[in-house]
């Protein structure tokens, strides 16, 4: 499957976006939060650094989102059982999330208080 067409690709990717949007609440979730972002700066309308940091912001965020999804999806598929390993590379994975939410969070103070 190594050397697929671009086109091919991008609809593998855009399939993935679908299967986490319907399979994932917290996905859904931080998308909404997303467009509630992109909704205050139609309304702020600030500079266009604000607009480059938010949009990267929430990019991150769906990044990390993803990527858990991604990696909880492959762990339950490989092994169903519970195992403490499995715990622990779901709990770094939802670390990362916890990371870029609180990024995230930070980014909209300093926005506010700009
Ligand atoms: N197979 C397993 N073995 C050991 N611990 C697990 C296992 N699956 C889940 N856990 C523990 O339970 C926590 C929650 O796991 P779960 O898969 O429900 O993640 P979640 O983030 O709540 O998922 P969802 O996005 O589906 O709500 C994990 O972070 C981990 O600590």
Not at 30 to 49: D, K, Y
Not at 95 to 114: D, N, P, Q, S
């Amino acid at each position: 499957m190594k050397g697929q067409a671009f086109n091919k690709r991008l609809r593998f990717a855009l399939q993935g976006l679908y299967v986490a949007f319907c399979r994932e609440h917290s996905v859904r979730a931080h998308l909404l939060a997303g467009s509630g972002v992109i909704l205050v700066l139609l309304m702020t309308r600030p500079p266009a650094i604000w607009w480059a940091i938010a949009i990267l912001t929430v990019g991150v965020v769906l990044m990390a989102e993803l990527l858990n999804a991604a990696l909880e999806t492959l762990a339950d598929h490989l092994h169903p059982e519970q195992h403490p390993e499995i715990g622990a590379a779901k709990d770094i994975a939802a670390g990362a999330v916890l990371i870029a939410a609180i990024a995230a969070a930070m980014v909209a103070v300093a926005f506010w208080l700009r």
